[in-house]
C-alpha cells in the first residue's frame, strides 16, 4: 500500500463526508471540530505507546483535524510546507552554516537563520 498525500488525505476525506473543500468553507461546524480534536486527543495521550489502541486513536485525531481544516477551506499541504520550511530553517545560521542547535532534552532550538513562516501567505485572502 503506498502512503497518501496529505492533499490526497484530505480530498478522500471531503468526499467520503460528501463536501467539496470550497463548498465546506462554512463556520457553523467549527467549534464541534474543535471540541472532537481536543476530545480525540485526550484520548490519544492516554493510550500506551505502540499500541493499536493509540494508532486508533491517532487515527481518529487525524480524522479530525482534517475534517476540521477541510470545514475551514485549509488547504493542508500548502500550511506543511511552510512548517517544513520553518523547521528546516532552525538548522543553519544566518550566514548559512549547518549547525543544529539543541536542548540538553533533544529538543532543537532556534537558530540564528531561523525564518518563520508567513501563515497569512499561505492562508490566503479571507
Known amino acids: 500500500m503506498e502512503p497518501i498525500m496529505i492533499n490526497e488525505l ?10 467539496e473543500t470550497k463548498q465546506a468553507k462554512t463556520y457553523e461546524n467549527a467549534e464541534l471540530y474543535r471540541e472532537l480534536i481536543n476530545e480525540e486527543m485526550q484520548e490519544f495521550i492516554v493510550e500506551p505507546n505502540g499500541t493499536p489502541e493509540q ?14 481544516a477541510n470545514q475551514m477551506g485549509y488547504h493542508l499541504e500548502s500550511g506543511m510546507q511552510a512548517l517544513v520550511e520553518e523547521y528546516r530553517s532552525k538548522f543553519y545560521t544566518a550566514d548559512g552554516r549547518y549547525q543544529p542547535l539543541f536542548r540538553e532534552d533533544g529538543k532543537l532550538l532556534k537558530n540564528t537563520g531561523f525564518k518563520k513562516a508567513d501563515f497569512a501567505r499561505v492562508l490566503g485572502p479571507q
Request: aromatic share 16%; with cysteine; net charge neutral.
Open 10 to 19: 484530505q480530498e478522500r476525506l471531503a468526499k467520503l463526508m460528501f463536501l
Open 55 to 68: 494508532f486508533k486513536e491517532l487515527c481518529d485525531l487525524l480524522w479530525v483535524i482534517v475534517q476540521f
